[in-house]
């Protein structure tokens, strides 16, 4: 896609309106990508920093608010050795390599998981980074890392009980203020790439009105033109919200 046609599209996605604020995306397929090509797995996390730094830039140029990446999940630590120390390498060496790249395009960086769990090298990379970052005001980009939904919401159980919430004090506001996620709008749009249909804990609670879009396209393969098309399929959707379409479009007559 020339420069031209890029800005093309994204004045069309702008003129539209209707932009998610906050979209999420579970980048899968690197180990399959690098499987086709005969190369170890890890040559496929490493391609996939290209389609991150593709992604967050058109991002930022589309305004979008939030975009959140699953990089590493609870479960991921059931991988072979060698891989999971070969990703928190490449998380430590990216987030150290990418942060003037951050500041140049105004992106703050933010970071859910249980992240007192991460190797020290690694955490101490992502707290420079997030320090490095925090008085950019463009696109908060917010990394999933030793994140899982279920653990997310035991840990918010955990607090609020710390706090001593009375049973009757605790709705969906208490909840949600106490997730990692705090302050962040929910998903509006959820991309999954590699083509499965599952949400392998990611957002439990925060996805209740996501909507969904999933690609066959691999993470290494993902470029803007894949997120345009994500966000244009997004703006031609109807959410709902458990009303009816006749609601929505002030059409139910005022019947109540
Ligand atoms: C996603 O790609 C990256 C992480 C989970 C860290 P995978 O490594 O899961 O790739 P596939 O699913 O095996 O192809
Ligand atoms: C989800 O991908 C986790 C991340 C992208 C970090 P997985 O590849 O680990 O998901 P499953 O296990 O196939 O569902
Ligand atoms: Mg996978």
Known sequence: MNELEDKEIQERIKAKGDLPRHIAIIMDGNGRWAKMRGLERIEGHRAGRESVRDVVRACGELGIEVLTLYAFSVENWRRPRREVWALMRLL?????????????????????????????????????????????TGLVLNLALNYGGRVEIVDAVRRILEKGYRPEEVDEKVISAHLYTAGLPDPDLLIRTSGELRVSNFLLWQMAYTEIWVTDVLWPDFRRQHLYQAIEAYQRRERRFGMTSEQLRGEDGGAR
């Open 92 to 136: 430590r060496d990216t987030l150290y390599e990418e942060v003037d790249e951050f500041n140049r395009n105004n992106v703050k960086l933010m970071a859910i998981g249980r992240l007192e769990g991460l190797p020290k090298a690694s955490r101490e990379a992502l707290f420079w980074a997030m320090e490095r970052t925090k008085d950019n």
